[in-house]
Structures are given as C-alpha cells and as structure tokens.
C-alpha cells in the first residue's frame, strides 16, 4: 500500500471556482508535508512546507492545511485560473523502516476550463 | 534564481542502446538525487547523493543503471542498455544539506524526457 494516498485522482473545475485536494498519509513519525505543482513536461515547483507543529501554510491563492493526528492533509487553491492546470503532488518525509525517507503520492491532476 | 539543469531535455533512443543523462544542481547544494517519472505517476527514487557519495541506490536498477558524483557538485545517469520499459521523464532535484537526518526542501529540474523505440 502506498504510504502517501492523494484524491482525487484527476478533477476538472471551471475558472474562477475553488478546489479542495486531498493527501493522506501512513508514514510515522512524521517530520515534513510538501505539496508541488507539476506542470506538464516540467519538473515539479515547491508551494508549501510544513512541519509537524503548523497547521496551516499560505502561498499566493494555496492555502495547504495539515492534520498531524488523524495524517491528512488538504491544499485548497482558490479563484483557480487557466494556469493552475498541472498535477498536484504531495511528498511525505519520515521515518520509515530502513531510515528516513521522502515518499511522493501519485499526484492529482486539475484541469481548469473557461 | 538559481535553478537545477539538466540535458538532454528530450531523448529518442533504440533499445539496446546506451543513453546518459546529466544534471548540474543549485551551487552550494550538497545533496542530489535522481528520480525516474512515469506518465500519471510521481516521482520514484532512484539514487540519492550527499557531495560525492551515495546514500540511497536501493531503487536503482543496478543491472543496468549506474549513477556517478565524481566531484560532488555534477552528475551523471547512465542506463546501458536501454529497455522500452525505461521510456519515462528523469528528474534531477538537489537541496541544501539535512540536519539531523531532517530533509531541505528539493529544486527539481526540468527533466529529461526518455523514449526508447
């Protein structure tokens, strides 16, 4: 089972409304949550870090909330434009067996249409 | 602002054939990594460099994949021989050092877009 689960999978939203999109997570203890944005054929862009004390972390129109108990986290974008259309992808750093790791969900592609 | 480069950015090979990608990191950034990217999949781990030594190759197809640092700063991918299977985007990402086992956050690069024929 993959460590870092993101839903959906793909999501098609109209210009100008918000998204919600979800990560969770099994890797324990926990240390780090990065979300990036990937646009297609490009190598992915850091939006937001956070550590196990923050429980929320804004970039422009991104706002990335965490839950460190129940291991969830959201990244929610706001007013999306035409640009924002890219996969989202969540990476997980912690302890895992063998050592620390950093471990990447599958990613979520957004779609925004005019 | 500095950015990871990497080259070729795109790369049409037979199979059987060898193919070697590079990667030249943010300056002063000690750790490197290489990730192998299928279409509508994340990133996947295939070797982890702090300065010139490696950290993590337990991904790396070893048979035919082999990964160098000679100097600590750029790198170097290489895959001999190519299979159709290995048609996917390599990313290049580096970071500043960890403390205490914690990991920086990654710059990736553009990657390299891999299809083998």
């Known amino acids: 089972k993959n460590q870092v689960e993101q839903s959906p999978q793909s999501l098609i939203i109209l210009e100008g409304k918000n998204c919600t999109l979800q990560?969770?997570?099994?890797?324990?203890?926990?240390?780090?949550l990065r979300w990036y944005k990937q646009d297609t054929g490009r190598g992915p862009v850091s939006l937001t870090i956070m550590t196990f004390s923050e429980n929320t972390k804004s970039n422009g129109r991104y706002t990335a909330t965490l839950d460190a108990d129940t291991k969830q986290s959201s990244l929610h974008i706001t007013a999306s434009q035409l640009s924002d259309s890219a996969s989202y992808i969540c990476?997980?750093?912690?302890?895992?067996?063998?050592?620390?790791?950093?471990?990447f969900g599958a990613g979520t592609r957004l779609f925004v249409k005019a | 602002e500095a950015e990871v480069a990497q080259s070729p950015r795109y790369k049409i090979t037979e199979k059987s054939q060898a193919v070697a990608f590079w990667c030249d990191p943010i300056?002063?950034?000690?750790?490197l990594y290489w990730y192998r990217q299928i279409l509508g999949q994340g990133p996947e781990l295939l070797v982890q460099f702090q300065d010139e030594s490696v950290v993590d190759d337990s991904q790396l197809p070893k048979d035919r994949f082999s990964a160098e640092r000679l100097k600590g700063v750029d790198s170097t991918l290489k895959i001999q021989p190519a299979e159709l299977g290995d048609s996917a985007m390599y990313l290049c990402?580096?970071?500043?050092?960890?403390?205490?086992?914690?990991?920086?956050?990654?710059?990736f690069g553009p990657g390299t877009r891999l299809l083998v024929l």
């Open positions: 990560c969770n997570y099994t890797v324990s203890p926990f240390s780090n």
């Open positions: 300056s002063g950034h000690a750790t």
């Open positions: 990402a580096s970071s500043l050092r960890g403390v205490a086992g914690v990991p920086k956050t990654q710059y």
């Open positions: 990476v997980v750093s912690g302890d895992d067996t063998g050592g620390f790791k950093t471990i």
